[in-house]
């Protein structure tokens, strides 16, 4: 009689919606095991038997393969009673108080792509193909465990077809939850601006109306675009006006990596990062003849590119005679509103910008907008988190009690975290707008449902106006409250990333953010780490005349940094003229008796100043554009850094003034701009290794942490990395947050948990 031993197994980590259960039931089957696996709500369970050698082997191959999407966070096994069993089965899902990670939604996979692509499969043309391997997850699902009852397609009731496929171990479809065809599953409709159905193809008639210059709106995995030509500069106009998008980048959707060298030049790591399953807008060097109308990106030399990542976008491209250009895809919403997701809202927000409407009817569960990143210092850089990203989950170095951390104000994303996992909501935007406030509500509670955490306390921004921080603070008055120093949170986030526990040298660089001593804060350097902080340099106060105005008019923090660095203003520098002769008489009145002028160390605003001094951009039309044009302008050159000055004292101080002189230096021997905006990148990474070499010096520490939203500047976080690996440090900046405030909820949430720990 033959030996047989049993196991218990226990997976955690992203294992449902992504064909993990098919892949171990494979496995079983193949070594001639019996048992069964099921999904519960914290992950997946496993009982398996047989010979200890076919035992052994299964264990090997279940720990050192997977499919596609499934990302193990732990496996845990122990020794079990054999039960006899005669075959080895997939049992139904078991729900509990547990929760487990979800998939985001990723891109169509090669072999949907084929089938839709190939006239003789049943599936054909079929806009909404997916299998385990890819299609939607996190934009459908409204509970766990993840089955299709949970899911937005429970209307949807498969055909015979389907559902063998969906009940087959052995089919890449085995309970694919959004598993559908054209017999039985989500349609496609086209409508006029007032909603009326037109006739003919919607597919063929929507690329009709976007090559004659149209703009449409399209239904897609997450949320509405808008889409137009991206070469006519008349149809990206007419958007642009309709949308209330004045000058911020739009982004551009082609057909295949061909048609994006046509426009950008691309490295190995951005064309890896274009074609990876998540399929993010990236942030390419645009070529001087690459047809994309002036007005999509103007004066930042690059272009926001992505590939089509659903069925949808392969078949709107797949033409037959190739000719559908370049299309911009820019979220469906008018400016600063959140994405649409409704059809009837679609239509009620949108039908003033858009002629026509692509609908199809699987209803969106949970809004995601476009996923942002560039290549920066050889690896990337998140700028928005959403799909393809959202909510897979940042692994903590420490077990989290459970708490919500709500966010900053700006760029709002908001974080859950639980035991060992912190997950990350999609970018929500800004909450100064009253719709985008409603949907960050409805976000929080997605996240609290869906990972079923219930709060034990809730992090804030120290900020007492920011509309988070309220929100916070009007929740259950027993609810204990962290509040958490804006500039702390963007250093604990990117420890939280790379698991980083200790002090660390945190170089926390941004536009704004709320100082304990009541100025704004943004040039900072901290040694910090998850339970608190010591500042102990910054770059040196001036004014900020009219607050938060001098955020959208450089010209001002020009003004402000003259009068402090020479004590009067030369009528001959552009910002001087920029300004009117009453612009001038407030700003100074304002700075000399200190009304509505705070103080500010903020590196951003450094930024704005020395982008108005060099004639760059004096008035922005949105945030960070001075900075963003700066930097453009800067692009493959290099120069010798202005002074560096730091006066001893507890902190230390960055003094601003002799950068500012060493600019107007330039300006006077007519130096171009390019050479100025090079030599002042050089200047700010210059600065932070000197710094960072006088902390080392005191406090003994050799790791820094770059982080907050300057650090999305390739440019400068590469001559920054550079010059502190050349300085022995040990360096870490973002690749899984966002640098930006739609990081910050991560920091909130790994402090507050560090301090509950504490306690």
């Given amino acids: 009689m033959s030996v047989v031993t049993a196991r218990r197994i226990v997976v955690e980590g992203v294992v449902q919606g992504v064909g993990f259960r098919p892949f171990v039931y494979a496995l079983a089957?193949?070594?001639?095991?019996?048992?069964?696996?099921?999904?519960?709500?914290?992950?997946?369970?496993?009982?398996?038997?047989?010979?200890?050698?076919?035992?052994?082997?299964?264990?090997?191959?279940?720990?050192?393969?997977?499919?596609?999407?499934?990302?193990?966070?732990?496996?845990?096994?122990?020794?079990?009673?054999?039960?006899?069993?005669?075959?080895?089965?997939?049992?139904q899902s078991l729900d509990g108080d547990g929760f487990q990670p979800v998939s985001p939604d990723v891109a169509t996979c090669p072999e949907c792509l084929r089938e839709i692509m190939d006239p003789r499969d049943r599936r054909s043309g079929y806009p909404f193909t997916n299998c385990t391997d890819c299609g939607p997850r996190f934009t459908i699902i409204r509970a766990v465990p993840y089955d299709r009852p949970s899911t937005t397609m429970a209307g949807f009731v498969m055909c015979p077809h389907c559902r063998a496929e969906y009940e087959n171990p052995r089919d890449r479809r085995f309970h694919a939850q959004p598993n559908a065809c054209p017999d039985c599953g989500p349609r496609l409709s086209l409508s006029d601006a007032g909603g009326n159905p037109l006739p003919g193809d919607p597919l063929s008639e929507a690329r009709r109306l976007l090559v004659g210059g149209r703009i449409v709106a399209i239904k897609g995995v997450g949320g509405f675009h808008l889409a137009c030509d991206a070469t006519s500069e008349a149809a990206v106009s007419r958007l642009r006006e309709r949308k209330g998008r004045e000058g911020k980048p739009l982004a551009v959707m082609v057909a295949d990596l061909r048609d994006v060298e046509q426009l950008c030049v691309i490295s190995t790591e951005e064309r890896r990062l274009l074609t990876s399953t998540a399929r993010p807008i990236v942030l390419l060097r645009t070529r001087q003849a690459s047809g994309v109308a002036p007005s999509v990106a103007p004066n930042l030399g690059r272009l926001g590119v992505m590939l089509p990542y659903s069925p949808l976008h392969h078949l709107l491209f797949n033409t037959p005679d190739g000719t559908l250009p370049p299309l911009?895809?820019?979220?469906?919403?008018?400016?600063?509103?959140?994405?649409?997701?409704?059809?009837?809202?679609?239509?009620?927000?949108?039908?003033?910008?858009?002629?026509?409407?692509?609908?199809?009817?699987?209803?969106?569960?949970?809004?995601?907008?476009?996923?942002?990143?560039?290549?920066?210092?050889?690896?990337?850089?998140?700028?928005?988190?959403?799909?393809?990203?959202?909510?897979?989950?940042?692994?903590?170095?420490?077990?989290?009690?459970?708490?919500?951390?709500?966010?900053?104000?700006?760029?709002?994303?908001?974080?859950?975290?639980?035991?060992?996992?912190?997950?990350?909501?999609?970018?929500?935007?800004?909450?100064?707008?009253?719709?985008?406030?409603?949907?960050?509500?409805g976000m929080i509670e997605r996240m609290v449902e869906l990972f079923r955490v219930r709060p034990i306390a809730v992090a804030h921004d120290l900020h007492p106006d920011y509309l988070s921080t309220r929100y916070a603070l009007g929740l259950d008055p027993a609810l204990p409250r962290v509040a958490v120093q804006h500039h702390?949170?963007?250093?604990?986030?990117?420890?939280?990333?790379?698991?980083?526990?200790?002090?660390?040298?945190?170089?926390?660089?941004?536009?704004?953010?709320?100082?304990?001593?009541?100025?704004?804060?943004?040039?900072?350097?901290?040694?910090?780490?998850?339970?608190?902080?010591?500042?102990?340099?910054?770059?040196?106060?001036?004014?900020?005349?009219?607050?938060?105005?001098?955020?959208?008019?450089?010209?001002?923090?020009?003004?402000?940094?003259?009068?402090?660095?020479?004590?009067?203003?030369?009528?001959?520098?552009?910002?001087?003229?920029?300004?009117?002769?009453?612009?001038?008489?407030?700003i100074r009145w304002q700075m000399e008796r200190e009304v509505n002028a705070p103080l500010t160390s903020s590196m951003g605003r450094l930024f704005d100043a020395v982008a108005s001094l060099a004639g760059v951009r004096h008035r922005a039309r949105f945030e960070a554009q001075a900075a963003m044009e700066l930097e453009a302008l800067a692009e493959g050159l290099a120069g010798p850094p202005y002074p560096v000055e730091i006066a001893d004292g507890v902190p230390l101080v960055l003094?601003?003034?002799?950068?500012?002189?060493?600019?107007?230096?330039?300006?006077?021997?007519?130096?171009?701009?390019?050479?100025?905006?090079?030599?002042?990148?050089?200047?700010?990474?210059?600065?932070?290794?000197?710094?960072?070499?006088?902390?080392?010096?005191?406090?003994?520490?050799?790791?820094?942490?770059?982080?907050?939203?300057?650090?999305?500047?390739?440019?400068?976080?590469?001559?920054?990395?550079?010059?502190?690996?050349?300085?022995?440090?040990?360096?870490?900046?973002?690749?899984?947050?966002?640098?930006?405030?739609?990081g910050i909820a991560l920091g909130q949430a790994a402090v507050a948990a560090a301090r509950l720990q504490g306690a």
Wanted: charged letters at 25%.
């Fill in 29 to 91: 089957t193949r070594r001639r095991l019996t048992g069964w696996v099921r999904n519960t709500a914290s992950g997946v369970e496993i009982e398996v038997e047989g010979p200890p050698d076919a035992l052994e082997a299964f264990l090997g191959e279940l720990r050192g393969e997977r499919p596609p999407l499934a990302h193990i966070e732990c496996l845990r096994e122990a020794d079990a009673l054999p039960q006899g069993r005669d075959t080895f089965e997939i049992e």
């Fill in 328 to 441: 911009v895809m820019t979220s469906g919403n008018r400016s600063e509103e959140p994405i649409a997701t409704d059809n009837a809202d679609a239509l009620g927000r949108l039908s003033d910008i858009a002629d026509a409407f692509l609908f199809h009817d699987r209803p969106i569960h949970v809004r995601c907008d476009d996923s942002v990143s560039r290549v920066a210092a050889g690896g990337e850089v998140p700028i928005r988190r959403s799909r393809g990203y959202a909510p897979f989950p940042v692994r903590l170095p420490f077990e989290s009690r459970p708490v919500l951390a709500v966010g900053a104000a700006l760029k709002s994303a908001v974080c859950v975290a639980r035991g060992p996992y912190a997950f990350m909501s999609p970018h929500i935007g800004d909450l100064e707008n009253v719709e985008t406030y409603v949907s960050y509500h």
């Fill in 488 to 586: 702390h949170a963007h250093v604990a986030a990117c420890m939280a990333e790379h698991r980083l526990t200790g002090p660390v040298i945190g170089v926390a660089f941004d536009g704004t953010g709320y100082g304990p001593d009541g100025a704004v804060w943004g040039g900072e350097f901290l040694v910090a780490d998850y339970a608190g902080f010591e500042r102990v340099a910054h770059l040196g106060y001036v004014p900020m005349p009219g607050g938060d105005r001098a955020a959208r008019e450089p010209f001002r923090m020009a003004l402000a940094h003259l009068l402090r660095a020479f004590g009067e203003w030369d009528p001959e520098l552009s910002p001087v003229r920029e300004a009117t002769d009453a612009e001038r008489r407030m």
């Fill in 655 to 742: 003094e601003p003034g002799p950068m500012i002189r060493g600019v107007v230096d330039d300006l006077a021997e007519r130096t171009p701009p390019t050479r100025i905006a090079a030599r002042f990148h050089a200047t700010v990474a210059e600065a932070i290794v000197r710094v960072s070499e006088r902390v080392r010096a005191s406090r003994g520490l050799d790791r820094v942490v770059l982080t907050g939203g300057v650090f999305q500047n390739a440019i400068l976080l590469g001559a920054t990395r550079q010059g502190l690996d050349a300085c022995g440090f040990e360096v870490f900046s973002h690749h899984l947050v966002p640098p930006n405030d739609g």
